[in-house]
């Protein structure tokens, strides 16, 4: 049964009776009670909000408070706040038919910037990241030599083609044996951002000429050729694009008249840059001075290699230039835009008072070449050169008189850089004269290697940058000047606030000496230094690191320095902002890949040369941040496992990768063929690896 609810007896169904009077009374009476219990609940409401706010202030001072104590609780992170997010990928977008008619327009005339910059100003718009690499390496040819930004900017660049090497070499890697990887160097290079010089065997290379200029902006050739080579050179269309030209022969010296033939070409339009290795003759020297093709022609190195010709006597006899070749040359007109000339065995003498027409000249290198006093005279009586900035005399036969003669002489007063390395400059005995006849007051670069200085020339050396002589030097070149210890001691006082790249190798330095250095202001500006071929070993290696100016070195080699696990870890712990490192045959095995794999401060390292890794360690190397981070990298008898090959092909930023004598499976091999390409090079065997496929 269903239960009925009781009404309340708030109200009767029959209303009663009442007098008007009444009834008004009665609503007053009603609306007062309305509006007081309407009061009261309005009150009532209001303590309760008031009360919830004051709870929850409390309970936000609570947390607030409790926040605080755990946050005084809680040590201070040590570690360095996130890194903002990346920068979204940017996605390439399909070319316009542009940029093909601009590539046609390269390839019609390379010598042109202009539409190579609209090229690459066009590939960047379009997100091909390869175009910023046209840009600036443009903007790199246009640089002076001397000029401050060019070695930051050359870095660059240098990263750039790295990461972009396969994309922008894409259309010539389908020529031929573009593709290929080689057994020395790169079979091509880059400039102006695209692949400009081929270089290799002449036989492989000539028969292709006429495809590659198709495919790229060829302008250079570096080749070992044969008489065949040159013949068919000479015949080719192709030559006519060419503007730098060197030549050289693997086996024999390159007849000279071959290289005679080959001035004579009616496709040789326009050479910028000579170089020949070969046999150096009258009859070379008057095709030369007859050749229209060098008319402006900046660059010419002339090199006598196997240079022995029939005398007399019917024995053998150097031949080269000689006094009235050079004469030819210089009086000829070819040669009046030249602004660097190297002469190497070319038997010129005192007839080096003829590059006194060259008044363009800037770079000036004689080597190996008896000018005894009389040349060194005729060449400080030269009375074009007043503008020479660079100056090597390499074994040269100089003495204290002759050397004397040339830095004395007023119109070598703007030299930046001189050179005179070599036996039979009489350094040993000369220096004393030298520096005491110095006015060279830009003076950037001296090369003094190879010239037996040892410890009194060091001493001769700091005495001489006590005076300010050597004020704005930058460079100093002493390998092999038999220093040893002592010697370094001795260097090691020397003021040259400016120094920036010393080159001590081949010196036997020790312990002794390295402690000496390091107790020395001497690396205090240096960024690039030389201890390869010394006896460091670990005690001289740790007595270095001691030295706190290494911190700001970029680039050092201590290859074959009898030096231990200790003392490579001592060093690479206090020189954080290495660029270059190359450790090879030491003592410590596979320490190198190790400790650049796990350094925490090895931020800046792009190049690497080690020798002797084990698989497990190169594997480590490529999957360390710091592998990730490696532009160059070249490996010694390394042990690759498939592991370590895969780790190697993914690292993003390696250009090139150099491998001798490696231990590596075929599958190994195919997985980093695949990935360099013309960028890996390998030996022994190379053809076994250029068997597989290449990048695409």
């Keep these: 049964m269903a239960t009925r609810t009781k009404l309340p007896k708030t109200a009767k169904t029959t209303p009663k009776k009442t007098t008007p009077k009444k009834a008004t009374a009665k609503k007053a009476t009603a609306k007062k009670v309305t509006a007081k219990k309407a009061t009261a609940k309005k009150a009532t409401a209001k303590k309760a909000t008031a009360k919830k706010a004051t709870a929850k202030k409390a309970t936000a001072k609570k947390a607030t408070a409790k926040k605080a104590a755990a946050k005084k609780a809680t040590p201070k992170k040590t570690t360095t706040p996130l890194a903002p997010p990346p920068e979204p990928a940017v996605v390439p977008r399909p070319l316009p038919p542009q940029a093909e008619a601009l590539m046609r327009q390269i390839l019609a005339d390379p010598d042109d910037l202009d539409p190579r910059r609209v090229y690459a100003d066009l590939l960047v718009e379009h997100g091909a990241l390869h175009g910023e690499s046209i840009q600036l390496d443009c903007a790199l040819r246009l640089l002076d030599r001397n000029d401050p930004h060019r070695a930051t900017l050359e870095q660059t660049v240098e990263t750039q083609l790295g990461h972009h090497g396969l994309a922008l070499s894409r259309d010539l890697r389908r020529v031929g044996p573009f593709n290929r990887s080689s057994d020395t160097t790169i079979c091509f290079a880059f400039a102006r951002g695209l692949p400009e010089l081929l270089r290799g065997v002449g036989a492989d290379i000539v028969p292709l000429l006429q495809q590659a200029v198709e495919a790229a902006p060829i302008r250079a050739l570096e080749l070992e050729a044969t008489a065949a080579d040159l013949q068919l050179l000479a015949a080719s269309p192709a030559l006519g694009q060419i503007r730098a030209l060197s030549l050289n022969s693997p086996d024999d010296p390159l007849p000279a008249e071959s290289v005679i033939d080959l001035l004579a070409s009616p496709h040789l339009r326009r050479l910028e840059h000579l170089s020949l ?34 005398s007399e006597s019917g024995d053998t006899a150097p031949s080269g230039l000689g006094p009235e070749g050079l004469g030819l040359l210089c009086r000829s007109g070819r040669l009046d835009h030249i602004e660097a000339l190297s002469l190497s065995q070319a038997r010129v003498g005192a007839a080096v008072a003829e590059l006194g027409a060259l008044h363009n000249l800037r770079w000036l290198s004689i080597a190996q070449d008896k000018l005894s006093v009389e040349g060194a005279r005729a060449l400080a009586a030269a009375e074009g050169l007043g503008g020479l900035e660079a100056l090597t005399l390499e074994a040269c036969g100089l003495d204290a008189r002759a050397l004397v003669a040339l830095v004395e002489a007023p119109r070598y007063a703007g030299l930046r850089r001189l050179d005179l390395s070599g036996r039979g400059n009489g350094l040993g005995r000369g220096l004393e004269a030298l520096l005491g006849a110095l006015a060279l007051p830009h003076l950037e670069a001296l090369g003094l290697r190879g010239g037996a200085i040892r410890e009194r020339g060091a001493g001769l050396l700091t005495r001489a940058a006590a005076h300010d002589t050597l004020a704005r030097l930058q460079e100093l070149d002493l390998t092999g000047c038999g220093l040893k210890d002592d010697g370094l001691a001795a260097l090691a006082t020397a003021r040259l606030p400016e120094l920036r790249v010393l080159n001590l190798s081949a010196n ?94 090895l931020t800046h390292l792009r190049r690497l040369t080690a020798y002797e890794q084990n698989g497990p360690t190169v594997t480590e190397l490529a999957l360390s941040p710091a592998g990730r981070r490696l532009e160059r990298l070249q490996l ?61």
Aim: hydrophobic share 45%; glycine share 10%.
């Design 508 to 601: 036997t330095i020790g312990a002794a000496g390295l402690a000496a250095l390091a107790a020395s202001p001497l690396l205090a500006s240096v960024r690039d230094l030389d201890l390869a071929n010394n006896k460091c070993q670990n005690a001289g290696a740790v007595a270095l690191a001691a030295c706190p100016h290494l911190a700001g070195l970029e680039r050092l080699r201590l290859y074959y320095n009898w030096m231990g696990v200790g003392g490579l870890r001592a060093i690479l712990a206090v020189t954080p902002k290495l660029v270059e490192l190359v450790c090879g045959e030491n003592n410590y095995a596979n320490a190198p890949g190790q400790v650049v794999a796990r350094s925490d401060t």
């Design 277 to 310: 290795c070969g046999q150096l003759n009258l009859d070379l020297a008057r095709a030369l001075a007859g050749c229209a093709a060098l008319g402006d022609c900046r660059e010419l190195v002339l090199s006598e290699i196997g240079n022995m010709a029939p």
């Design 636 to 696: 010694d008898a390394p042990q690759i496992t498939d592991e370590g090959a895969e780790a190697l092909a993914a690292l993003p930023n390696l250009g090139e990768l150099h491998l001798s004598f490696p231990t590596i499976s075929d599958a190994g091999r195919a997985v980093l063929r695949r990935r360099f390409g013309p960028f890996l090079s390998v030996s022994p065997d190379v053809e076994r690896w250029n068997a597989l496929p290449g990048p695409d």
